[in-house]
């Protein structure tokens, strides 16, 4: 359970109007201020999440709106992560599980596209200003240039927090799991 100390992370109730201005005032930012006063607790693992990027309609107003929510409080995240120290213990991952069609639907939309889509990283050992991997200029070939994959990219995570991301875990109905099946990206870490 959650200590006091922690669970007061929650209230952002006191926080100063240009705090929480910096983040933004939605839920999502909201909830990267509460993230951050979390880690700042001592809690080792956060989510947030900010629903709304399935724009099979109306994509350019509704991807407008959501860039609009992240960039304030994930920029205001890391600012404050840095600031405090933290940023280098915490590893901070921000994406979705597929990308959207290089071409708009007859509803103005973008459909999903596995093919390829971008994940932000930062902390926690991962090196800063690094784009890895490219799409081609129209974004539609189905192969992208030096693609790091999900699974390359879960087995980073572990290794930089000291996980052996090679292990083997057995469930509870005796079946072998690895932690990962990808393979460390060196070109990511500091």
């Excluded at 990027?53 to 407008?64: K, Y």
């Excluded at 280098?88 to 390829?116: L, M, Q």
């Excluded at 927090?161 to 292990?167: A, E």
Aim: net charge negative; glycine share 12%; proline share 5%.
């Amino acid at each position: 359970m959650m200590t006091s100390e922690q669970l007061n992370a929650f209230n952002v109730s006191d926080v100063p109007a240009k705090e929480l201005n910096a983040y933004g005032d939605t839920p999502f930012g909201r909830g990267c201020l509460a993230a951050m006063r979390l880690i700042q607790a001592g809690v080792r693992c956060v989510e947030v999440t900010l629903n709304g990027w399935d724009t099979h309609a109306n994509n350019f107003e509704g991807q407008a709106t959501q860039v609009k929510i992240l960039d304030a409080a994930y920029a205001s995240l890391i600012r404050d992560l840095k600031l405090l120290g933290l940023l280098e213990s915490t590893i901070v991952v921000c994406g979705g599980e597929f990308g959207r069609t290089p071409k708009i639907n007859n509803v103005g939309g973008r459909d999903h596209w596995p093919h390829a889509f971008s994940m932000l990283v930062a902390g926690g050992g991962f090196a800063g200003g690094r784009v890895i991997g490219a799409t081609d200029p129209q974004g539609e070939k189905k192969e992208p240039e030096k693609p790091v994959f999900v699974e390359d990219l879960h087995a980073t995570v572990q290794d930089l927090l000291g996980i052996d991301y090679s292990k083997e875990v057995m469930t509870p109905i005796g079946r072998p799991m690895a932690l990962s099946k990808g393979e460390v990206v060196e070109e990511l870490k500091a």
